[in-house]
């Protein structure tokens, strides 16, 4: 079993940054890769970003890519999403999941925890 907590949401101003946590417990963390996905009100899910379980690569889709980083720091059982430059259309419930697929996947349904999300509101 894995627990994955989100934090660090919030309401931010169009242009201004946030950094999110997901902190992770349970066995063997640091084998699992992370994504992170963010969900708005009638809208499907999106993938923001996935990092490997070695931190080694990232990736992220066109609409967040430059703006958006994802890192994990093991000794910490954390991964972090730092969010740039926002825009009110990135405002959303954000979830971080952990999957076994060693390189990170674009799949939801290849995680296999999440954590309960975060609140992102960015204003105009």
């Known amino acids: 079993q894995v627990q994955l907590v989100e934090s660090g949401g919030g309401l931010v101003q169009a242009g201004g940054s946030l950094r999110l946590s997901c902190a992770a417990s349970?066995?063997?963390?640091?084998?699992?890769?992370v994504g992170w996905y963010r969900q708005a009100p009638g809208k499907e899910r999106e993938f923001v970003g996935h990092?490997?379980?070695?931190?080694?690569?990232?990736v992220y889709p066109d609409s967040v890519k430059d703006r958006f980083t994802v890192s994990r720091d093991n000794a910490k059982s954390t991964v972090y999403l730092q969010m740039n430059s926002l825009k009110p259309e990135d405002t959303a419930v954000y979830y971080c999941?952990?999957?076994?697929?060693?390189?990170?996947?674009?799949?939801?349904?290849?995680?296999?925890?999440w954590g309960q999300g975060t609140q992102v509101t960015v204003s105009s």
């Open positions: 999941g952990a999957t076994l697929v060693g390189t990170g996947t674009r799949t939801d349904t290849d995680y296999r925890y």
């Open positions: 349970g066995r063997t963390v640091s084998r699992y890769s």
């Open positions: 990092i490997s379980w070695s931190g080694d690569g990232a």
